[in-house]
C-alpha cells in the first residue's frame, strides 16, 4: 500500500498541489498519453491498488456477493466490509461516474466472465464432496 507522510503541509499549499494535479489529469487527452503518465507516475503498488479499488467499488454497487468480490480479487472481508460501509460518502459525481461505467457493454461482459470463472472454482471446491458438482468438474 502506498504510504502517505505524516508530517502535515499547509491547506493552502494542499489545495495548490491538488489543483496542479487535477489540472494535469484533466489536460491529458489520448489514451497513449494517458498510459504513459500513469506508468512513469504511479508506483507499482498504486499500480494494482487503484484498480483493484475502482472494481471493488463497481462490484459493490452491482450488488455482487462479498465471497465473489474477495475470491476474485483477493481481498479481505474485512477490506470490503469498510469500502461497503463507506459507499453513502462516496460523491453522488464518483457515483454516477460508476453507474456509467457499470452500463458499458465491456462491465457487463467483465462481470459475467467473473461469474463463469467464480462458479467454475465453487464447482471444483465442491467436487471433493459431491459426485454432481465432482461430474461438472470432470466432464463424466
Do not use: C, W
Amino acid at each position: 500500500m502506498p504510504r502517505a507522510s505524516r508530517k502535515l503541509i499547509n491547506k493552502d499549499l494542499d489545495d495548490e498541489l491538488n489543483e496542479n494535479l487535477m489540472i494535469l489529469i484533466s489536460s491529458l487527452r489520448a489514451s497513449q498519453e494517458i498510459n504513459h503518465f500513469f506508468a512513469s507516475f504511479l508506483t507499482k503498488e498504486e499500480k494494482k491498488m487503484i484498480p483493484k479499488r475502482l472494481m471493488l467499488h463497481l462490484m459493490l454497487i452491482n450488488n455482487i456477493p462479498d465471497s465473489k468480490i474477495s475470491s476474485h480479487l483477493g481481498m479481505s472481508y474485512e477490506t470490503i466490509r469498510t469500502h461497503k460501509n463507506n459507499l453513502d460518502s462516496l460523491s453522488n459525481e464518483y457515483k454516477e461516474i460508476l453507474a456509467k461505467i457499470s452500463r458499458r457493454k465491456s462491465t457487463r461482459d467483465l462481470f459475467r466472465k467473473i461469474d463463469k470463472k467464480i462458479g467454475k472454482l465453487d464447482s471444483f471446491l465442491k467436487a471433493k464432496s459431491n459426485m454432481r458438482e465432482r461430474s461438472k468438474v470432470y466432464g463424466e
